[in-house]
Structure formats: structure tokens, C-alpha cells
């Protein structure tokens, strides 16, 4: 799935900002963790609720032939349209649902609050903020901020959507999911509560683990339902993946803060 990559790209990005060797295996290694995890369900899937033979699938090549450059930059400019079309509406959508989340409704700043503290102030008291702070106890033990789970929430309609969604609530606005550099610098100035950095190595890892494993692709639902005819499964895929990505983040989250690796 290409919209994993700003992503992965974001994430691997905050952990090895300088080690390109390192960003590159880290990228490398959670695709090749997503292979393998979609080949081990589809075997206890198999042997567990969908025993049986599977039914044969016939395919029909077509012939080879030399690519052609005009060809390849239509198909290409075709494909651009449809995502802009398709999930850029999407992000687009999300963004501004979360904009005003995010900045209604007003709240009433303490006088004397610093200004990046005001901030702070409102959006913990917006819309947004209520929704985040009512998910933390649940993604706490991974690793998460309310501010990390409302970017987690505005992804599921579009992975890549929590590009713009933590440059919104993080304060950076829409600018800084255009500027990348703005966007990664915010991100590891962070702070908790108790001061300690939001973006730690365990918190990366978990996070990377999450959107390696989990399904957060509404038009993958869709057609997960058109293909089985109901909406139990779509449904069953969503359960089953989220419940595997949040096991999965809070063991590698767990793991590391026992063996000291905050």
C-alpha cells in the first residue's frame, strides 16, 4: 500500500534522522513485516474459521512487450488523478473536520498563559481535545498522547491523513504537512506533561508497528464487502487487525520499557 509510506517515511525519519543505513533497513523491515504477517494470518485463517480447499484462481497474462515511454507517463498521470481524486478529497476532508475540531469550541485562556501554552490550552478543551483525552487511558499503555491518538483516529478514513491531522493538533497548522522538515523538528520537541519527550524510540517503534499491522483504509472496507457480498467481514477484518496492532505496539512498547528503552 503506497500511502504507508509518508508514513513509514515520517516515523523512520524521527528515529534515525541521521543514520541513513538504519532508516533504510527500518523501512525495509516493516514491509517485510507486513508481508509476513499477512502470510501467517492467512495460515491460521485458514486452519481456524476458513478450513477447506481454496478455490482456484485462473489469470490471463498479457503479452510482454517493450514498455513505452508515453505510455508509462499516461498510466502515470492517470493513476496521480485518481488519487488526487479519490484519497486526496479524502485527506482534504478529513483536515478540515479536524481543523474545527481542533479550534472550537473556544475556550478562555487563563491571563498570563504563556502563548504556546494558550495553545495548548484550547486544544485541549476543543472538540478534538475531548475525543483525545477520552481515548489516552486505552492507547496509553502504547506509547500515546491524546494528541498521537486523534492523528491515530483521522488515519482511519486515510493512513496518510495522520500527516496533516498531527500537524494540526501538534499547532503546526496545514503548513506543516507541506514542509516536512517543520513538521519532524515540532515533533521532536514535544513534550509530555512530566517534560519527558512524546516521540521516544519505544513510542516510534510502537507507532510504526501499529500502522504496519493495522487496517485503516475505509475504501479497502468497501471493497472487502463488495468482494464477500456482507459486511461481516469487513468488519471481522477491521476487529481482528486493530486488535493485532495494538497487541503487537503494546508488546514492543511494554517490552522495550522493561528492558530500560524509554
Known amino acids: 500500500c503506497s500511502a504507508r509510506i509518508p508514513v513509514y517515511v515520517l516515523i523512520v525519519t524521527l528515529l534515525f534522522p541521521h543514520q541513513p543505513y538504519f532508516a533504510a533497513s527500518a523501512l525495509a523491515g516493516a514491509y517485510a513485516l507486513g508481508i509476513i504477517s499477512a502470510l501467517v494470518a492467512a495460515w491460521a485463517l485458514k486452519k481456524t474459521i476458513l478450513p477447506g480447499e481454496s478455490a482456484p484462481l485462473l489469470l490471463e497474462l498479457p503479452a510482454y512487450k517493450r514498455p513505452h515511454l508515453l505510455n508509462a507517463l499516461a498510466h502515470t498521470w492517470e493513476k496521480a488523478q485518481i488519487f488526487l481524486k479519490q484519497a486526496g478529497t479524502i485527506i482534504l476532508f478529513i483536515s478540515i473536520i479536524l481543523w474545527i475540531m481542533s479550534t472550537y469550541p473556544k475556550a478562555e485562556v487563563p491571563r ?6 494558550a495553545e495548548k ?3 485541549e ?5 475531548r475525543v483525545g483525552k477520552a481515548m489516552e487511558p486505552v492507547i496509553k499503555p502504547l506509547g500515546y498522547d491524546w494528541q498521537i491518538g486523534i492523528g491515530i483516529l483521522s488515519s482511519f478514513a486515510a493512513r496518510e491523513a495522520i ?3 498531527l500537524s494540526i493538533v501538534y499547532g503546526i497548522g496545514e503548513s506543516g504537512s507541506e514542509n516536512q522538515d517543520l513538521l519532524i523538528e515540532n515533533l521532536r520537541q514535544a513534550k509530555r506533561d512530566n517534560g519527558q519527550p512524546v516521540f521516544t524510540l519505544a513510542t516510534c517503534l510502537s507507532l510504526l508497528i501499529f500502522y504496519v499491522l493495522a487496517m485503516q483504509c475505509l475504501p479497502t472496507q468497501a471493497i472487502t464487502k463488495a468482494e464477500t457480498g456482507s459486511w461481516k467481514w469487513a468488519g471481522f477484518q477491521l476487529l481482528y487487525m486493530s486488535v493485532l496492532a495494538y497487541v503487537a505496539s503494546l508488546t514492543v512498547y511494554q517490552g522495550l520499557q522493561l528492558f530500560g528503552v524509554s
Open 121 to 123: 490550552f484550547q486544544l
Open 125 to 129: 478543551h476543543s472538540f478534538a481535545g
Open 163 to 165: 500527516i496533516s491531522g
Open 112 to 117: 498570563g498563559t504563556p502563548p504556546e501554552m
